[in-house]
């Protein structure tokens, strides 16, 4: 099986790639090339049983997907994308990457031809939704989002299903939780600070909350990131229908459960590193997210994800920081 990733240079890119060199296979095919694409040069995995290409590219870029579209990967992890902050701060570089970059893609696929048609497995967001939210969204729930990233990423979802009834390529949407705890360094995604002030503190840093802790949102690992992703290429898509976008499961929490949780795996000194500091800006853009979901059908068709924040918690002390706290 030959796999593209785009955006292989990011954290879910990097963790899916680790795990794929682990397994060796995907959907019970052995793998036999994997090519990693991003704008900053993906790392080369170590001991992988198979050959590994990498390549710095951009896909918002005239010729790029047509480029990569022509090698015929068998599936295609589509993980690339502007982060929400940064979107809705540069207009044009977020509906260049979010919404030309994809189309480019699909377009690409479409025109190979001669029967080419791969899996897609798209990332997208829960930003697609905007208030006034019911209690728990269901995936019926009207998309109408409230930001220039939501925006773009329910576009790509329109084509990505239509491209897929079409017949031209065999897509899957996943909309993704908010990932947290995020491993290394803050980036310019606005919901950055729920896993800054986890990330940090378990490093013996402080960090600062710029909203209040009643904050509710909807929450997953990586691992469970990951998890969404291999599912989700090896899905029998007959079972998920037309209806090719899913909001994947998650953990509904407000940061004062997430602090909580952080006491009791860490204890009282390391939650007291969190500083609150109020930001009107990030305080404007989150009250607009959703806060639960209902994803019974997602779970209904083998997703999985955490039931308690204490969990991702301890995924991070175990994947990240080999079993130590505080730095």
């Not at 060796?24 to 704008?39: E, F, H, M, R």
């Not at 902050?85 to 696929?109: C, H, M, P, Q, T």
């Not at 407000?254 to 990030?282: Q, S």
Request: hydrophobic fraction near 45%.
């Amino acid at each position: 099986m030959d796999i593209l990733i785009i955006g292989a240079a990011g954290m879910v890119g990097r963790k899916l790639v680790d795990r794929l060199v682990a397994d060796g296979s995907l959907a019970g095919q052995a793998i036999s090339k994997l090519t990693l694409v991003d704008v900053v040069e993906p790392s080369a995995p170590q001991g992988a049983g198979f050959a590994v290409a990498t390549e710095t590219a951009d896909l918002g870029e005239p010729g790029t997907a047509a480029r990569l579209a022509a090698a015929r990967p068998d599936v295609v992890f589509h993980l690339a994308g502007v982060v929400s902050g940064e979107a809705e701060e540069n207009f044009e570089k977020g509906y260049r990457v979010n919404v030309d970059g994809s189309r480019n893609l699909f377009e690409a696929i479409r025109l190979e031809g001669d029967d080419y048609r791969p899996r897609v497995v798209f990332t997208s967001s829960i930003a697609v939704f905007g208030a006034p939210f019911p209690e728990a969204i269901h995936d019926e729930f009207l998309s109408a989002p409230l930001t220039s990233y939501g925006a773009q990423k329910a576009i790509a979802e329109l084509l990505l299903a239509d491209y897929s009834r079409k017949g031209f390529l065999d897509g899957i949407g996943i909309r993704l939780p908010t990932i947290c705890i995020r491993p290394g360094k803050p980036n310019l995604a606005a919901s950055g600070f729920f896993s800054n002030i986890l990330r940090e503190p378990l490093s013996g840093k402080e960090a600062v909350l710029p909203v209040e802790e009643s904050v509710r949102h909807w929450f997953a690992s990586p691992r469970a990131a990951v998890g969404f992703l291999l599912h989700a290429a090896a899905i029998d898509l007959e079972k998920v229908g037309p209806r090719r976008n899913l909001s994947m499961p998650g953990l509904s929490a407000t940061v004062g459960e997430e602090l909580a949780a952080l006491r009791r795996v860490a204890g009282d000194e390391i939650a007291g590193l969190v500083r609150h500091e109020p930001d009107p800006k990030i305080q404007a853009i989150v009250a607009g997210w959703p806060r639960n979901f209902d994803t019974s059908r997602a779970r209904a068709l083998g997703f999985q994800a955490e039931s308690e924040f204490d969990e991702i918690i301890r995924a991070h002390v175990e994947d990240e920081l080999d079993g130590k706290i505080g730095g």
